[in-house]
């Protein structure tokens, strides 16, 4: 029978290296919380409950975290130890073993989990601590062992002697504890130190001091443990992730030109073909199906795309776009838009809560807003709907295969029927019906030799201002 595995999570800090107003724990990494992708790969080993210690921004923590987990308030965050005694209340009965990890820690994968656990029940130790050998181990704790090389506990940075802090084997904030021994050991924790805090490491010093089983689980790869204590190494953990996910979309059959200056979130989703150009930006609720180009110079946010779409410097957000499509260079896709199969958007063009039917083209210097159009429509250059009178907004409607002449003025409300034929130029008021046409503007004059008329007379005045 398998052992019932739970999880705490730590994310009640203030983060005060982070210089911030916000708390540490949803600090956007790839926009998504910090401490989120913690939870994620907690999530895929099985642990149940999984209980975040909040505390600094609570309200704002648990919102941002979602609703799946149990958590604890640590109201005056006294240190790890603390956070989690405060934890372990909502700790079930029948938990055998406790997972627990730093909530600022985002390069944690599922593995480094299942690892602990599995070494855990193999060695039966009242706790199985991951351990990371680094290059500069300034600011994490430093692991202590015996002669015999068995761990004695953890000294922190601020309390280490001079010798203890050129020891460069590091805690990294990742345990797995047996429950009844976490239980047992917690009261024992106390604030005597550099920092009037409860320590959760001090724990290891008073599990080995009762003879009790602890290992230390070396990662294979230290950055895995990385924690974010400060932006800078924000930025560093942030790279680290988008290499992640650019490698996982190559493997999975999309290319990536340049990873360098390329940025997709990890709740982005990409078909099969597809080609990312240099400076793309992919966030949010994202949808791209396959063999699209996207790029170079994309920024593209909460928008689901089809197939054989080509997106390129140019600014989407909230919109959906079919397949075939293809939209650039700068236009500006604004919410509510919805782009049918084949529609062709040019440059200088900015769309916002229109829906545009199957292969309408929109390819110069062009606004609509609050539309819709139909199929088989041409745009003109510099066509402009006025959707707002200065209080309200209104709606535009254009039929099927409507020829929009250049430079048209479409005062909204508006509807021109199918087929409907509108001159350039015109500023259009009324509506219009089907196979009709509009024209409104007033009619050209010539005056033949005007010019030279002028010029004769000027000179016959006695002109003298020729400069
Ligand atoms: C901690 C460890 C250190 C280890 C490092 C690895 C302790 C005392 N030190 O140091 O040995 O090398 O992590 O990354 O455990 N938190 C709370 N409540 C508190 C204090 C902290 O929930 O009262 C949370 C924080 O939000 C954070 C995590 O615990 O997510 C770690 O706290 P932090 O202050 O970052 O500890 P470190 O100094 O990094
Ligand atoms: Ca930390």
Redesign the pocket.
């Known amino acids: 029978m398998a052992s019932k595995l739970t999880a705490i ?9 982070m210089k911030s107003e916000h708390p ?2 949803i600090t956007p990494l790839l926009g998504q919380p910090l ?1 989120s992708y913690v939870l994620r790969a907690l999530e895929q080993v099985d642990t149940e409950p999984i209980i975040v ?4 921004g609570a309200d704002l923590v648990k919102q941002a975290l979602g609703e799946r987990y149990l958590y604890a308030l ?1 109201a ?8 989690v005694m405060q934890a372990m209340p909502h700790l079930p009965s029948d938990a055998e073993y406790v997972l627990i990890a ?4 985002p390069l944690v994968t599922p593995e480094v989990f299942a690892s602990l656990y599995e070494t855990a029940r193999q060695t039966e130790a009242a706790c199985v601590l991951a351990t990371a050998i680094l290059e500069d181990p300034t ?4 692991i202590l062992r015996d002669a015999q090389g068995n761990v004695v506990g ?1 000294v ?2 601020k309390d280490a002697t001079p010798e203890q802090k050129a020891i460069r084997e ?4 990742f345990y797995c504890f047996r429950a009844d021994a976490l239980r047992d050991a917690l009261p024992h924790l106390s604030n005597q130190n550099a ?1 009037g ?6 724990v290891i010093g008073i599990l080995a001091g009762q003879g009790a089983r602890v290992v230390a689980w070396q990662s294979p790869d230290p950055t895995l ?3 974010v ?1 400060n932006r800078w190494e924000l930025a560093q953990a942030a790279q680290a992730v988008r290499m992640r996910i650019l490698k996982q979309l190559c493997l999975d059959g999309v290319t990536v030109v340049d990873p360098a200056t390329t940025y997709i979130e990890p709740t982005v989703q990409i078909g099969r073909d597809t080609v990312i150009e240099p400076n793309t930006h992919l966030r949010g609720n994202t949808i791209i199906g396959a063999n699209c180009t996207l790029g170079p110079d994309l920024y593209l946010q909460d928008s689901v795309v089809g197939d054989n779409c080509h997106l390129f410097r140019s600014h989407i957000i909230q919109a959906r776009i079919d397949s075939d499509v293809s939209v650039g260079p700068f236009a500006h896709i604004r919410p509510g838009t919805v782009l049918h199969t084949g529609v062709r958007v040019g440059d200088f063009v900015e769309i916002k809560n229109v829906e545009i039917g199957e292969g309408t083209k929109v390819l110069h210097l062009t606004y609509l807003g609050d539309a819709t159009v139909g199929k088989g429509t041409n745009i003109g250059a510099g066509t402009i709907t006025c959707n707002y009178d200065g209080e309200r907004k209104h709606r535009t409607v254009i039929g099927d295969g409507v020829f929009v002449g250049s430079h048209a003025t479409l005062i909204a409300p508006l509807t021109i029927g199918d087929g409907a034929y509108i001159a350039a130029g015109s500023p259009i008021t009324d509506d219009v019906p089907p196979e009709s046409l509009a024209i409104a503007r007033s009619y050209q004059t010539i005056k033949a030799g005007w010019v030279r008329k002028r010029r004769e007379s000027k000179q016959g005045a006695g002109g003298t201002n020729d400069g």
Not at 9 to 17: I, N, S
Not at 170 to 173: E, H, L, P, Q, W
Request: glycine share 18%; net charge negative.
């Open positions: 999570v730590m994310a009640a800090g203030k983060g005060t290296r540490k724990a401490t210690v909040v505390g600094h640590q005056e965050q006294l240190g790890t130890g603390h956070a730093s909530g600022d820690s600011g994490y704790g430093r953890i922190e940075e590091v805690c990294t904030s920092q805090e409860y320590y959760l490491t001090d443990l990385l924690g204590n």
